[in-house]
Nanobody, 124 residues
Framework: QVQLVESGGGSTQPGGSPRLSCAAS????????MAWFRHAPGQERDFVAS????????RYADSVKGRFTIRRDNAKNTVYLQMNSLKSEDTAVYYC?????????????????WGQGTQVTASS
């Protein structure tokens, strides 16, 4: 089992740069991939970014590419999502996810472990 706890959400103005954190505990040595998804009202749970393997291979949704950065600190078992140039359409609940393996890593149903979610709101 892996437990995930997100932090860092809140309200910010468009153009802001919030940073989300996801602290993992439990069987973290078996984790192969960690990712961020987001869920806005009336929409599907969408892939945002992932980081996988010993080489920390990253993938991003087209909508956030060039604005968001995912990275991990193995010593702290924590993954971060740095969000820059925040837009109103980025408003959503952001979820951290992890698994011991992955196919593409972009599908929410590929992940067995989820955090509780943290709200990010971009509003003036």
């Amino acid at each position: 089992q892996v437990q995930l706890v997100e932090s860092g959400g809140g309200s910010t103005q468009p153009g802001g740069s919030p940073r989300l954190s996801c602290a993992a505990s439990g069987r973290t040595s078996r984790v192969y991939i960690m990712a961020w998804f987001r869920h806005a009202p009336g929409q599907e749970r969408d892939f945002v970014a992932s980081i996988a393997g010993i080489y920390s291979i990253t993938r991003y949704a087209d909508s956030v590419k060039g604005r968001f950065t995912i990275r991990r600190d193995n010593a702290k078992n924590t993954v971060y999502l740095q969000m820059n140039s925040l837009k109103s359409e980025d408003t959503a609940v952001y979820y951290c996810a992890a698994d011991f393996s992955a196919a593409t890593g972009m599908g929410w149903n590929e992940y067995d472990y989820w955090g509780q979610g943290t709200q990010v709101t971009a509003s003036s």
